[in-house]
Structure formats: C-alpha cells, structure tokens
C-alpha cells in the first residue's frame, strides 16, 4: 500500500510521537500556561473591587498612559524606517548594504541594558551632550524622549526583518513593470509593493508593538524610576511587588498578560490569512 504524504513524515513508532507531544505539551503548561493563569489568579484573588482600583490608581493609569505613548510613537518610526530600509534591502544593489543588515540586527545582539546606558553615555548630566542639554532645559533622560528613544531601538529590527525576506522572495519585476507604464513611485508602491507584503507589513507592526510596551531593560536605565511620571507598566509593577502589593502588581501585570493574548490572536490570524492566501495564490498558478 502506498504511503500518504504524512505516514512518509512521521516514520516514528507511535509511543514516540505519544511520548514527545506529551512532552511538549507538558513543557508548555508548565513554562507557558501556568504562569499565564498565575497571573490574573493573584490578580483576582481579591476580587474584582479591588482589582480594578489597582488599574484605576493614579500612579497605574499614569504608567499605562505611559505605555501607549512610548508605543504610539515608536511602532509608527519603526514602520517607516522598516519599510525603506527593507525597499532598499530587498531591491537595490549599494555599497554597505550589509552594514546596514548588520546595524538592523544590531538590537538582537545588544542588551537592552547596555542600550540604556549607551543613552545615558549621550544624554546623561556627565555624558557627551549632557551639559548642553542642561544648559538649554531639554530632558532626554528620565523624561518621556529618553523612554521612547529607548523603545525605539529595542524594537528597529521587526519590521524590516519582516519585510526584508518577504520582498526578495518577490523580486522587483513587477515594479520594473509598473515604471515602465508610466507609473510614479509613490503610484508604483501603493498599488503593486503594498499590496503583496501588507500581512508582512502587519506582522512586524504586530511583533514591534508588543515588544515596545512590554520593554524592560532599556527603559529602566533611561526612566529614573520615577514614579507616576517616568514609570512604565513594567517598571510599576516591579515597584508594586517590591513593596509586597501583590494584588496590584498582578494586576498591571495582566494587562501586559492581556495584551500578549491579543497579539497571540492577531498573530495568529495573520499568519492564517498569509497562508490562505499562498494557497489561492498557488492554486492559480497551477489553473494557469
């Protein structure tokens, strides 16, 4: 008898696919699951009262507020930066086009820890630019800039990164094409580009947003920790379980447990979508 497409691609005994999906499964509600439950139980376990007084509390709503702005602003510089450095990646040809790969990776290999510092090296009282700062009262550190700028760099590779692989698989015949009938540039991106890398396009949006407001270490060094003005959701709610406010902690924490959910759901519905529609697009070339 012939053998399907997947008895070929699971050649393993049946305990052993048993045992690892066991094993997987296990691993999972452990590491993943357990901790997520933990999260709103000790956020809840108070009741809902006193839950939603822990959000409704100055210093939280100032932290979450915070948070949507530092995200506001560096998701959108983000996606701007990420999709002309992924043009020019993924469509010409220039000298120091791996450096600019390299500093786009530049944040995977950074601590974000080291980051901070390295803007407090610039921005600080004692650093580079720090005395002239003063001397004209602009605050970069420990004031809303030095968090966004902070943000901003631990999330620059998402978007591009998304999109950089997406775009060379596609190549740029149908750009050529599009010039050559007398289309602009602007013209030739929103009507041929756009189109065909807009779920990419999402899914670094999607990956870049949750990693700015869920930032911790860059962010602390920059923030000065103070509190109701410089302190994100992350950074409350290590001050509120440092001072044993569990129910407050756990309960700015679920936010952030909320919107890892959120993004779960939406990146998975990107990546179905971005599938379906391979498949239609595969399915029309065979038809073709």
């Not at 066991?22 to 999260?39: E, R």
């Not at 379906?276 to 073709?288: E, I, K, P, T």
């Amino acid at each position: 008898m012939a053998q399907t497409p997947r008895s070929i691609a699971t050649t393993e005994s049946r305990p052993v696919r048993w045992a690892l999906t066991t094993l997987a499964l296990l691993f999972i509600a452990l590491f993943l699951l357990l901790p997520l439950v933990s999260v709103f139980t000790e956020a809840l376990r108070k009741g809902f009262g006193l839950y939603f007084e822990a959000l409704k509390e100055p210093d939280a709503w100032s932290a979450i507020k915070l948070t949507l702005i530092a995200a506001l602003i560096a998701v959108p510089l983000n996606l701007s930066f990420g999709l002309a450095a992924a043009w020019a990646i993924a469509k010409f040809d220039f000298k120091g086009k791996s450096i600019l790969i390299t500093l786009i990776d530049l944040p995977f290999s950074v601590s974000p820890v080291v980051a901070g510092l390295i803007y407090m090296l610039m921005f600080g009282t004692q650093g580079w630019i720090g005395p002239w700062l003063n001397d004209h009262d602009i605050k970069i550190v420990f004031a809303i800039p030095g968090i966004v700028l902070a943000t901003v760099f631990v999330t620059v590779p998402f978007v591009a990164r998304e999109l950089i692989p997406l775009m060379e698989a596609q190549g740029s015949e149908e750009e050529q094409a599009a010039l050559s009938l007398g289309a602009s540039g602007w013209q030739t991106f929103y009507r041929v580009t756009l189109p065909n890398i807009k779920w990419g396009l999402l899914y670094g949006v999607i990956l870049a947003n949750a990693r700015a407001m869920g930032e911790f270490g860059a962010v602390s060094v920059v923030s000065g920790h103070i509190r109701g003005q410089t302190n994100t959701i992350p950074l409350h709610v290590e001050i509120l379980y440092n001072e044993y406010n569990f129910v407050g902690a756990f309960a700015c924490a679920s936010i952030l447990a909320l919107l890892a959910l959120v993004t779960l759901g939406v990146k998975s519905w990107v990546e179905w979508r971005t599938e379906q529609l391979a498949a239609r697009d595969r399915a029309n070339a065979v038809d073709g």
